[in-house]
């Protein structure tokens, strides 16, 4: 029984309206009725078809490549349902754009996702729902609430429907310190022991490996990683543990896939037998397919999330179950 009594409406932009369908065929639903174009000299442009006065508005909106363009549809697209009257408006961000841009990481450096974050609660959203945050932290930029999912569990999922639980054969690997967090306790669902690659990185999306901490020899091991962009840390990773750790095979996952620049091409390059993402970013329509890569759904974990915030009742044990 849902107290409040308002109806719930799922709405898309142009990032990824596929996960935005799957999401609706998971809560029974239709996808919101509108449009989101571009007028001629390219500024955005929403319509919206249906009414949505007191209702409870979920925008499913990644903001990936272009992403400028999908940041301004989602910006565009919570100011028309906060002038419709929305009763709620939920910002649903699969990817969260420039959440690498969190720190000032040397002098007169802007702090790109806390600009971000301070344009989606002026836009009107009342709250966001979103996966995988590059740096946790940033949910303390907002303020309204923000829920970080966990893409981790759905990999959990898959590699003990693969390996089993707690298989001696089986290592997970950490492909930078930085990791380490994420990979422990990735580690530690699926009963494995861990190793890291530690590296110095020389300038940006170009890394040197320098060693393996932990014994990989003869292992099929498994990289875990929160973003894939050029592919180049994750590829140099993946060849120190099978080139200077002996490892049997290497598999790699990775929550969102950005496959920007040479990624494809490294990825198919690489010794990884396979790469398994998540959808939160659909696959580059303009990059040749990739044998390797493969794709599991999020749709079931943010349709549970938005049915469970849309009935006012805990999410809390989506983020470890």
Known sequence: MISHGKEIRVFTGNANPELAKNICSELYMSLGNASVA???????SISVYEPVRGKDVFIVQSTCKPVNDNLMELLIMCDAMRRASAGRITAVIPYFGYARQDRKAKSRDPISAKLVANLITAAGADRV?????????????FDIPVDNLMGGNLFVKHYVRRFGKGNEDVMVVSPDVGSTARARNFSMKLGLNMAIVDKRRERANQSEVMNIIGSVE???C???????????????????????????EVYACATHGVLSGPA?????????????????????????????????????????AIRRIYEEVSIANMFEN
């Open 38 to 44: 571009q007028f001629a000299d390219g500024e955005c």
């Open 129 to 141: 729902l979103t996966m995988d945050l590059h740096a946790a932290q940033i949910q303390g930029f």
């Open 218 to 220: 003869g292992k099929t």
């Open 222 to 248: 498994i990289l875990l990683d929160d973003i894939v962009d050029t592919a180049g840390s994750l590829c140099g990773a993946a060849r120190a543990i099978k080139e200077i750790g002996g490892a049997k």
């Open 264 to 304: 494809i091409e490294r990825i198919n390059d690489s010794c990884i037998n396979e790469l398994l993402l998540l959808d939160t970013i659909p696959y580059p329509s303009d990059r040749p397919a990739c044998d390797k890569i493969r794709y599991l759904s999020t749709a079931s974990v943010f349709a549970e």
